[in-house]
T-cell receptor, first 114, second 113 residues
């Protein structure tokens, strides 16, 4: 079974600073990898996903993530954070099997200082 | 239409009440999901429907009863809930193999009193 860890429970950055959120996964085959964002009291919004091909994927809202198979990582990055990026971020891994569900990481809460 | 719509957005119910949560999507997705999310935690899978048939039940208590009347609708019937069932209930949908990621609704905030 797959598993996901997000080592940072809470990160605080200043507005305009760069951001990197870490995600490590465990899965025996090539996984489907995702990053979701959740604003307080809201549902989850898909930021980006990786299935295969180019290991650097671009997402919405200026986010990107890089898949590194050797490190079992899929870290999320943004060059310049905006105050509206403050939210909870979840990394998720899906198995490449029909009907199997995602496993979500525990989440990283991002705070942005003005 | 690229949304998953959940109603109601907020629900307060007593422990003896019967209520239902509703989820609707018109993206042609053939897999639909119910998740439960407690504060400051990731979503936890409850049920998966694939082609309108229940394919996964994550050992959810029988006071939660899912229903998928057609490929666009998913209901969650609630009866005799406990205060610890208070949470954000999220519906999601996806292509049948889940590979393109899930589209989530904004959730129903449930409070059991």
């Amino acid at each position: 079974a797959q598993s996901v860890t997000q080592p940072d429970i809470h990160i605080t950055v200043s507005e305009g600073a760069s951001l990197e959120l870490r995600c490590n996964y465990s899965y025996g085959a090539t996984p489907y990898l995702f990053w979701y964002v959740q604003s307080p009291g809201q549902g989850l919004q898909l930021l980006l996903k990786y299935f295969s091909g180019d290991t650097l994927v671009q997402g919405i809202k200026g986010f990107e993530a890089e898949f590194k198979r050797s490190q079992s990582s899929f870290n999320l990055r943004k060059p310049s954070v905006h105050w509206s990026d403050a939210a909870e971020y979840f990394c998720a891994v899906g198995a490449n099997i029909y009907g199997q569900n995602f496993v979500f990481g525990p989440g990283t809460r991002l705070s942005v200082l003005p | 239409d690229t949304e998953v719509t959940q109603t109601p957005k907020h629900l307060v119910m007593g422990m003896t009440n019967k209520k239902s949560l509703k989820c609707e999507q018109h993206m042609g997705h053939r897999a639909m999901y119910w998740y439960k999310q407690k504060a400051k935690k990731p979503p936890e899978l409850m049920f998966v429907y694939s082609y309108e048939k229940l394919s996964i039940n994550e050992s959810v208590p029988s006071r939660f009863s899912p229903e998928c009347p057609n490929s666009s609708l998913l209901n969650l019937h609630l009866h005799a809930l406990q205060p610890e069932d208070s949470a954000l209930y999220l519906c999601a949908s996806s292509q049948a193999d889940g590979g393109s990621g899930y589209t989530f609704g904004s959730g129903t905030r449930l409070t059991v009193v």
